[in-house]
């Protein structure tokens, strides 16, 4: 019976995601969509990163607004937090005490080597604080504290886990089997890979200058209808898929992994059409898509009593089994517990 348990055993997952603005068709067709089905598969966690968030200067007012809007999106998305932990960062202290702990286990050089540091303090240079520099061990910590097995990564996240599992390894070389050593999680069908909508050579991002460029979750039909029509294309005029047609492609990308079609049935289906009933069809895609989502976002976020029972359980939850993994960590540094 014990070894049919063992067997039985899911992996734990983790994802968390900071609440500095709302999330876009990039995050969602990227990562989101897919998070209540690890549900099915994995022991899952999910978190909104607030800490993380005030390495960069954040208005409080808004700053708790957008991460109470970020919860609510996440059981929008469809994630269940009976079925698994779904928590804010901010109300589970042991994040802070182990994000402390393992800044003292990891080396400075190796900080300083994080590509990310060197891009947030070039675009923030009036601010270039501790945090900003140290958010690597903290990140460490988030993934640690509940000993996950696999982290659903990004290419831009990849080293952020390196430095992860380098300082696991270095504390289990020092005292022994205490942290579980993550592994990155590649998605069996490749995610979409969702551009700008004005500049296609660029990642669909929630920092784009152009707010035309990117379709966030929360977005109405009329806003959505209206980013499409006005999406970079080429002088072509033909819907087909190759080298030099980055906005169609980008395009034909959003509208097959929303409605599942092949790229090749696109381009059969709109052989002979123009560009405006391209997006005209991609944008009423993506409406639908993200109706039913939208629908339940609002529903969460006008329960207020509700969404508050479900971060506090969250936050139990979250806090009972983090406190295992920080207490058998302040045992072997030699704190008093």
């Known amino acids: 019976m014990a070894e049919q348990q063992i067997a039985e ?15 876009t068709l990039g995050n969602y067709l990227g990562a989101m969509r897919g998070w209540a089905d690890f549900q099915q598969e ?17 208005d409080p007012q808004k700053l708790r607004k957008q991460t109470n809007e970020l919860f609510a999106m996440l059981l929008a998305l469809g994630l269940d937090p009976d079925k ?19 800044n003292c286990y990891t080396q400075f050089g190796e900080l300083s ?21 140290t958010y690597p061990c903290l990140m460490a910590a988030d993934i640690l504290l509940y000993q996950a097995d696999i ?21 289990n070389g020092i005292y022994g089997n205490v942290f579980t050593v993550p592994k990155a999680y590649i998605p069996k069908t490749g995610a979409a890979r969702v551009m700008s909508l004005q500049d296609p050579t660029r990642k669909m991002s929630k920092s784009d200058p152009n707010p035309k460029g990117t379709i966030y979750l929360t977005d109405p039909p009329e806003t959505i209808m209206k980013k499409f029509k006005s999406a970079v294309t080429d002088s ?10 980055d906005g169609i492609n980008n395009l034909m990308t959003i ?15 709109f052989a002979g059409k123009g560009y405006g009933d391209f997006k005209k069809a991609v944008g009423e895609a993506v409406v639908a898509e993200l109706e039913p989502v939208q629908k339940k976002y609002n529903e969460f976020l006008n329960d207020k009593q509700y969404l508050k029972e ?16 920080l207490g058998k960590v302040m045992k072997k540094v030699g704190f008093l517990v």
């Open 9 to 23: 055993k899911r992996k734990r997952s983790l994802s968390l995601i900071q609440p500095t603005s709302v999330p």
């Open 113 to 133: 080597r994080m590509t990310q540091f060197k891009d947030k303090a070039a675009q923030h240079k009036d601010n270039v604080n501790a945090g900003l520099f």
């Open 42 to 58: 994995f022991d899952t966690v999910y978190g909104v990163a607030d800490l993380h968030s005030i390495t960069v200067r954040q």
């Open 310 to 325: 479900c971060q506090q359980k969250g936050a139990e939850k979250a806090l009972r089994i983090s406190s295992r993994t």
């Open 255 to 269: 509208y097959s992994a929303v409605t599942g079609d092949s790229l090749e049935k696109i381009e059969s289906d």
């Open 84 to 102: 698994g932990i779904v928590f804010i960062q901010s109300q589970v202290p042991t994040h802070a005490q182990l994000g402390w702990i393992l």
């Open 151 to 171: 982290v659903p990564v990004g290419a831009d996240q990849k080293q952020h886990l390196e430095i992860t599992r380098d300082i696991a390894e270095r504390f």
């Open 236 to 245: 072509d005029m033909c819907v087909r898929f190759a080298q030099g047609k």
